[in-house]
């Protein structure tokens, strides 16, 4: 099992910055790869950006250069640095995990879930 408990969301301007962050206990962490997804009112959950254990990095078209997903295994936590805000960001953010190198696009890809964190954008 995987516990994933997210922190950072809040409220602020558009071409403002946040960071997430996403504190992993349980299984060893280093070898799950980890995304976040986000769901905003009345929409179906997307998939936002994923790192797999050796870093490789994947982002949903719609944040490509604006977000940075990173992680740091001896902290057990992965992050999502935001820059650059839209409205349109504005969503619960979910962080999410699997084990292997794998990476997917599709909530079902993923065995784990966090409770969420609300990102407000305002313009």
């Known amino acids: 099992q995987v516990q994933l408990v997210e922190s950072g969301g809040g409220l602020v301007q558009a071409g403002g910055s946040l960071r997430l962050s996403c504190a992993a206990s349980?299984?060893?962490?280093?070898?799950?790869?980890m995304a976040w997804f986000r769901q905003a009112p009345g929409k179906e959950r997307e998939f936002v950006a994923a790192?797999?254990?050796?870093?490789?990095?994947y982002y949903a078209s719609s944040v490509k250069g604006r977000f940075t997903i990173s992680r740091d295994n001896a902290k057990n936590t992965v992050y999502l640095q935001m820059n650059s805000l839209k409205p349109e960001d504005t969503a619960v953010y979910y962080c999410?995990?699997?084990?292997?190198?794998?990476?997917?696009?599709?909530?079902?890809?993923?065995?784990?879930w966090g409770q969420g964190t609300q990102v407000t954008v305002s313009s």
């Open positions: 999410t995990a699997r084990s292997g190198s794998y990476y997917g696009r599709l909530q079902n890809d993923y065995d784990y």
């Open positions: 349980g299984r060893t962490f280093s070898m799950n790869t």
């Open positions: 790192i797999t254990w050796t870093h490789n990095t």
